[in-house]
């Protein structure tokens, strides 16, 4: 059975960065794109970007370009989102999927705050 | 970008019966490889979108047949039948033809 098991909500300080992960279980992470989601609170759903774990490739949604960092480790199966100074207006969950098929992961609550 | 304009907003329904879903694109979805990627999914309250309907027409795996997907270009319907408690929820449309991918605004599907 396939498996996309997201790290635990964050509450990160204005202008910190923090790290998502996105543990892939029941297929090789390599096999195919991985994309991350975002969905403020009472809102829609907004594309981020999507990463090619073979090989790295990234592209990103012009918002996103210089908040959100997508990586992958094929070593441990695990897809990562770094989002950096953090403003009150990232607070919002995040996803990370497999479009086009039912594998997405539960979502990450983000919440920036001091 | 691509905007994805779904209407309505909300959509009253009782269970048992019909609705519509229009999503209307800013510029055609057809690829250059002849597919046009517009997707449907719902979100369920508290939980992750599920896919329901994939490449306009293609009903996902596990998904009845009350739902059924149209249209061609730039216009696209969502159909829902016989509609069942199990279907109240969010619907979106999702385009990934062009960069960056784009969702509609969302459809609240809820009982009248």
């Known amino acids: 059975e396939v498996q996309l098991q997201q790290s635990g909500a964050e509450l990160g300080k204005p202008g910190t960065s923090v790290k998502l992960s996105c543990k892939v279980s029941g297929y090789n992470i390599r096999s195919t794109y991985m994309h991350w989601v975002n969905q403020r609170p009472g809102k829609g759903l907004e594309w981020i970007g999507r990463i090619d774990p073979a090989n790295g490739n990234t592209i990103y949604a012009e918002k996103f370009k210089s908040k959100a960092t997508l990586t992958a480790d094929t070593s441990s199966n695990t897809a990562y989102m770094q989002l950096s100074q953090l403003k009150s207006d990232d607070t919002a969950i995040y996803f990370c999927?497999?479009?086009?098929?039912?594998?997405w992961g539960q979502g990450t609550l983000v919440t920036v705050s001091s | 970008d691509v905007l994805m304009t779904q209407t309505p907003v909300s959509l009253p329904v009782s269970l048992g019966g019909q609705v519509s879903i229009s999503c209307r694109s800013s510029q055609s979805l057809v690829h250059s490889d002849g597919n046009t990627y517009l997707h449907w999914y719902l979100q369920k309250p508290g939980q992750s979108p599920q896919l329901l309907i994939y490449r306009v027409s293609n009903r996902f795996s596990g998904v009845p047949d009350r739902f059924s997907g149209s249209g061609s270009g730039t216009d696209f319907t969502l159909k829902i039948s016989r509609v069942e408690p199990e279907d109240l929820g969010v619907y979106y449309c999702?385009?990934?033809?062009?960069?960056?991918?784009?969702f509609g605004s969302g459809t609240k599907l809820e009982i009248k």
């Open positions: 999927a497999v479009l086009t098929t039912k594998n």
């Open positions: 999702l385009q990934s033809t062009h960069f960056p991918l784009t």
